[in-house]
């Protein structure tokens, strides 16, 4: 299967400040491949460079078989972009504007009013065409931004941020169209809703501190999470929970009346449920739930960046708000 996208070893300084450390992945064809990382971890900046509206400081990247940096016309004619803030004109009529757009990108007349009326249907916004941009609510403009990207019919689209300003059934709806075409093109996806992945992706890479962190395919999480609320002293347990091989880490969750929480993260081999129990019966403690559910991407996600950012106990699957580059 051939690789769409390649990126190998890319790093981007804005002045002193490090926001890309050689970066390296790739997305081959036909793959929906989720891109994640908190504030400022870099994965702005290098959808920008991957699109050619940034140049790498050092590295390489290609899209489709083309050099961003050496063949950026080319690159822009298999990709359609939408970044997380649309960039449209508001005095233009929606209809007007993807003809416009669509003008720009080189398609030919005969084929140009049937993509039109296409990527309207799709993203629904036919009942919009003919308002102004400017009066538009944010989740319209946005959907209008995903039809531009779609108008040309690339091979691969790069979408920040993609459901940004939605209601619940527009996020629905464009998940299932995103889903719909990652059937027949590649799709890097970065968001910061991590269910969305989890539904569309087939793959995730998370990116933390600049680097990437984490690559593998959703099909491939593993591990487990058991919820224990118990009453006994919270020490205890934790030592009793931390003589168990099986488990790997131990976090406290707040509960009250007198009562000690914890998650408590395992390897994805045996249930060790019966364990835990037995051994905090033999302490006398007495358990009041012992829940176990599968590993979710939420848990990969705060594991990954709190051991890339171990000062930060708190770690958030935000947005890359940029208020300019830096922050990048």
């Given at each position: 299967?051939?690789?769409?996208?390649?990126?190998?070893?890319?790093?981007?300084?804005?002045?002193?400040?490090?926001?890309?450390?050689?970066?390296?992945?790739?997305?081959d064809e036909g793959e929906i491949v989720g891109f994640l990382g908190p504030n400022?971890?870099?994965?702005?900046?290098?959808?920008?460079?991957?699109?050619?509206?940034?140049?790498?400081?050092?590295?390489?990247?290609?899209?489709?078989?083309?050099?961003?940096?050496?063949?950026?016309?080319?690159?822009?004619?298999?990709?359609?972009?939408?970044?997380?803030?649309?960039?449209?004109?508001?005095?233009?009529?929606?209809?007007?504007?993807?003809?416009?757009?669509?003008?720009?990108?080189?398609?030919?007349?005969?084929?140009?009013?049937?993509?039109?009326?296409?990527?309207?249907?799709?993203?629904?916004?036919?009942?919009?065409?003919?308002?102004?941009?400017?009066?538009?609510?944010?989740?319209?403009?946005?959907?209008?931004?995903?039809?531009?990207?779609?108008?040309?019919?690339?091979?691969?689209?790069?979408?920040?941020?993609?459901?940004?300003?939605?209601?619940?059934?527009?996020?629905?709806?464009?998940?299932?169209?995103?889903?719909?075409?990652?059937?027949?093109?590649?799709?890097?996806?970065?968001?910061?809703?991590?269910?969305?992945?989890?539904?569309?992706?087939?793959?995730?890479?998370?990116?933390?501190?600049?680097?990437?962190?984490?690559d593998q395919p959703i099909s491939a999480l593993e591990g487990r999470t058991i919820?224990?609320?118990?009453?006994?002293?919270?020490?205890?347990?934790?030592?009793?929970?931390?003589?168990?091989?099986?488990?790997?880490?131990?976090?406290?969750?707040?509960?009250?009346?007198?009562?000690?929480?914890?998650?408590?993260q395992s390897d994805g081999g045996r249930d060790i449920r019966e364990e835990i129990?037995?051994?905090?019966?033999?302490?006398?403690?007495?358990?009041?739930?012992?829940?176990?559910?599968?590993?979710?991407?939420?848990?990969?996600?705060?594991?990954?960046?709190?051991?890339?950012?171990?000062?930060?106990?708190?770690?958030?699957?935000?947005?890359?708000?940029?208020?300019?580059?830096?922050?990048?």
């Open positions: 299967m051939p690789t769409m996208i390649q990126v190998d070893n890319v790093t981007k300084y804005f002045g002193p400040i490090l926001a890309v450390d050689h970066v390296s992945f790739e997305v400022g971890a870099g994965k702005t900046t290098t959808l920008r460079i991957l699109t050619s509206y940034l140049p790498a400081t050092s590295g390489k990247a290609k899209v489709a078989g083309f050099d961003v940096m050496n063949h950026s016309l080319e690159v822009r004619r298999h990709i359609g972009y939408l970044p997380e803030s649309v960039p449209l004109y508001p005095e233009m009529r929606v209809e007007e504007y993807l003809s416009y757009r669509a003008k720009l990108k080189g398609i030919e007349r005969r084929v140009r009013r049937q993509r039109i009326e296409y990527c309207l249907e799709r993203c629904r916004i036919r009942e919009v065409r003919r308002r102004l941009i400017g009066t538009l609510s944010k989740g319209y403009r946005q959907r209008v931004g995903l039809a531009d990207a779609m108008v040309h019919d690339p091979e691969i689209l790069i979408l920040d941020e993609p459901t940004v300003g939605l209601d619940p059934v527009q996020i629905r709806e464009t998940l299932a169209l995103i889903k719909e075409l990652g059937t027949k093109r590649t799709i890097l996806l970065s968001t910061h809703i991590l269910s969305e992945v989890e539904a569309i992706c087939r793959r995730v890479i998370i990116i933390a501190s600049g680097r990437v962190s984490f919820r224990l609320e118990a009453k006994g002293p919270a020490e205890e347990i934790r030592r009793v929970l931390a003589e168990i091989k099986e488990v790997e880490e131990i976090t406290p969750v707040p509960v009250g009346d007198g009562v000690a929480g914890f998650e408590i129990s037995r051994r905090l019966a033999e302490k006398n403690v007495i358990i009041r739930q012992l829940t176990l559910r599968p590993k979710k991407l939420e848990d990969v996600f705060f594991q990954v960046v709190r051991q890339m950012n171990p000062l930060e106990s708190q770690p958030t699957p935000t947005t890359d708000e940029e208020s300019n580059d830096v922050d990048e």
